[in-house]
């Protein structure tokens, strides 16, 4: 093949400025990443306002403190589950408090909680906090430490915002929900003020809605079930054309953008695990491949497997190749701008040249940029945030968040007069008769719902790969809401059967993925409707291309035998006074004509009623 010139096609009026750049750490945090990360898509987006900008992972699990930078920066990010929601800073604080106020003796979760941004005691204090708590329950030692006198008055201050906090909640004990009193407690620790951003707030909600729906019974509540809940949720994203695309590596394939931003290139991949067996698949010109198999044994040497010891270096070999094409992968995504971020390989005890880790994608690109890598400057290290409050004396050096000492939840300063507005009561002729609902059918369709919620939002159908996450989130939110142990199996094939027969239907995809406008999923309105004050919930809405804004309501309804065209009509009547009512709040989004209609993913069904 002739060599061929390359020349640049793309002009740079408008442009990034081009280039391949590497960003070079001494010992990096994954703050100091995090905040690199932030600087790179500030200056990009000054550059450039709509430049599109991903950074691209080796592993989700570096994903969590640059989400959380990002969100701190105020700028928003895209990234569908990809940070699990108990690696958010703001839900692990409620994780911690809500652990505390279900055991008084919980020692981690209150460490965990007076170490947090709400309280933010020194290690020191809590260390001396420890050694009185040897005979005494952790809140009498909390008061011992404040009554002493040498104790600064500012940590008074917080301890006794953290008791009075705590203990305001026990005289409303036998009336409140637990998740009330877990945030009711959190108002006053100052919760949502300790969060640095409008993301981790939301994240907070999540799952202080999630609280909401354990089972009342204070004798099934644990440590265990809270943080069940947890399990299969991830921080919610923000969505736009200019939000920034955080994502592995792999899911990145054939896409581009015009900055891209490789970070921790330093750390290793993740490695497969050996294996009883080695084996591996050896192509043959005229014949189906060979399987060549070795068993592998503790006390085997290279002499005593020299099959075994090939096949390793042959598996070896493979993954340095994936490795150098995971590489190539991702370092092509860019259009204009490539930032690559590393830490300087190890010193090595031996005295010999430093290397980088193995197994990392360092490692791969170290012979083409080990000639000129001590020579790169070193990356301004990344400024943590701001602390709010300053840090006592000989802690200069740490990094921290927490609120000032003196912080009070602020009360409004007067009651606010208004004009007493009536509140509408469904009639009798407009409330659908549910009573041959069974409580487990009413379940059923609370996480169908739920799962057509996340389907909307994510863009994406279910598909075999995530099955048994799905099955296990399935469960864990039908157990949540009192499904009984005996009942599971069923209920949950229930809710996986509408999904997949709504993955089948056409209607279906229409009208949870395509980009309509003003799309929503379980939009709560209020208006007035007949002088009354009147909320609905709807399940999906949105304007479609010929300009006909939709309401559509799910219903998890089956039916079995001849007659289901007289069903559907019957469920018409039963529900158009409700779609009626619906249709009368919505008509205020917007001049679009509204209609309305049902939707049976049982079934696969639209039934238009209005």
């Known amino acids: ?71 701190a920066a105020e700028l928003a990010v895209d990234g569908v589950e990809l940070v699990r929601l108990d690696e958010v800073s703001a839900v692990q604080d409620l994780l911690a408090l809500a652990r505390a106020l279900l055991h008084a003796e919980d020692r981690i979760a209150w460490w965990a909680l007076l170490r947090g941004p709400c309280c933010g005691l020194t290690l020191d204090e809590l260390e001396h906090l420890a050694a009185l708590a040897v005979d005494d329950s ?42 009330q009193r877990v945030e009711a407690a959190w108002q006053m620790l100052g919760g949502p003020a300790s969060c640095r951003s409008d993301g981790d707030r939301s994240n907070a909600r999540r799952f202080l809605v999630a609280l909401d729906s354990l089972p009342p019974n204070p004798l099934q509540l644990t440590s265990e079930t809270i943080a069940g809940l947890v399990e299969g949720l991830y921080a919610a994203s923000t969505p736009g054309p200019l939000a920034v695309q955080v994502m592995t590596v792999h899911k990145a394939k054939g896409l581009e953008f015009d900055c891209v931003i490789l970070p921790s290139l330093h750390r290793g991949l993740q490695s497969d695990r050996e294996s009883l067996l080695r084996w591996a698949e050896w192509p043959r010109p005229d014949a189906d491949p060979a399987l060549l198999i070795a068993p592998v044994g503790d006390d085997w040497s290279s002499q005593h497997a020299p099959l075994a010891e090939w096949l390793r270096a042959l598996r070896r070999r493979r993954s340095e190749c994936e490795r150098a094409r995971l590489a190539y992968v991702a370092a092509t995504r860019a259009r204009q701008q490539l930032h690559l971020l590393a830490a300087d390989p190890p010193t090595r005890v031996n005295g010999s040249a430093p290397q980088p880790r193995a197994g990392s994608l360092l490692a791969t690109l170290w012979p083409a940029v080990q000639p000129q890598w001590w020579q790169l400057p ?5 400024i943590a945030a701001p602390a709010i409050d300053p840090l006592p004396a000989g802690t200069e050096g740490q990094r921290w968040w927490r609120l000032p000492a003196d912080w009070t939840l602020t009360l409004p300063s007067a009651v606010v007069a208004a004009p007493v507005q009536r509140v509408s009561r469904v009639l009798a002729r407009e409330r659908p008769d549910y009573q041959w609902v069974r409580p487990v059918g009413r379940y059923i369709g609370t996480v169908v719902h739920s799962e057509l919620q996340r389907i909307a939002e994510s863009r994406c159908l279910p598909n075999a790969a995530e099955a048994s996450s799905r099955r296990a989130r399935i469960v864990m939110q039908l157990r949540a809401a009192g499904v009984a142990d005996t009942d599971l ?29 003003d799309a929503a999923s379980e939009l709560a309105l209020t208006g007035i409707v007949d002088g009354r004050l009147t909320q609905i919930v709807v399940d999906r809405t949105f304007v479609d291309a010929g300009g ?39 008509s205020g989004l917007g001049p679009e004509p509204v209609r309305a209609a049902l939707y049976f993913p049982l079934l696969s069904r639209w039934v238009e009623v209005l």
């Open 1 to 71: 093949m002739p060599f061929s010139a390359s020349v640049a096609a793309r002009g740079s009026a408008g442009s990034l400025s081009a280039g391949v750049f590497w960003h070079r750490f001494a010992e990096p945090t994954p703050n100091d990443e995090a905040q690199q990360i932030v600087q790179i898509v500030q200056q990009a987006r000054a550059q450039k306002p709509d430049a599109s900008i991903a950074v691209l992972l080796t592993s989700r699990t570096h994903a969590a403190p640059i989400v959380e930078a990002l969100w």
């Open 378 to 382: 070193m990356a301004t290290r990344g």
């Open 489 to 517: 199996g069923w209920a949950a094939e229930r809710v996986e059967l509408a999904l997949g027969r709504t993955a089948q239907d056409p209607r279906a995809r229409w009208l949870l993925l395509e980009p309509h406008r």
């Open 548 to 586: 006909t804004r939709w309401l559509v309501d799910f219903k998890t309804s089956s039916h079995e035998g001849t007659g289901l065209e007289d069903f559907l009509a019957n469920e018409a009547e039963r529900y158009r006074p409700q779609l009626q009512r619906y249709a009368r709040v919505s």
């Open 138 to 179: 952790l809140v009498v030692a909390m008061r011992r430490h404040a009554a002493q006198a040498d104790v600064r008055a500012d940590t008074r201050q917080r301890l006794a915002r953290v008791i009075a906090a705590m203990e305001a909640g026990e005289p409303h004990r036998a009336v409140r929900s637990f998740a």
